[in-house]
């Protein structure tokens, strides 16, 4: 199990000056989590926030940051810290929201 929330691969690239030796991330999970995406690229919570309504959202927000912040000791670790405050991002965006549209 890995504690980190992205993949990185070595680099070893010749340069004028020499070799540039590296990393490079790979993917990411917590922004950008390829087994969440579709044939055509497009992510679940995309599909998620074209078919609930606003209150839905929030509460499948509230309810994932939850889920990851009581796992993460467990589970993913830093990883699920982070993904949880991604929710929690999301989560206050929407209520940001409100406060522009009255």
Known sequence: MTHCDF???????????????????VHDNVNN????????????????????????????YLGNALKYQLRYQK??????LKKARKNLDWLIEEEEKKCTEQ
Do not use: A, C, W
Request: glycine share 12%; net charge negative; proline share 6%.
């Open 33 to 60: 989590p390829s087994h969440y995406q579709g044939n055509y690229g497009m992510e679940s919570i995309d599909v998620l926030r074209n078919f609930m309504t606003p209150e839905q959202l929030k509460g499948f």
């Open 7 to 25: 993949t990185t691969k070595r680099l070893n690239i010749p340069t004028e000056e020499g070799h540039f030796t590296g990393f490079r991330v």
């Open 75 to 80: 589970k993913n670790g830093l990883e699920d």
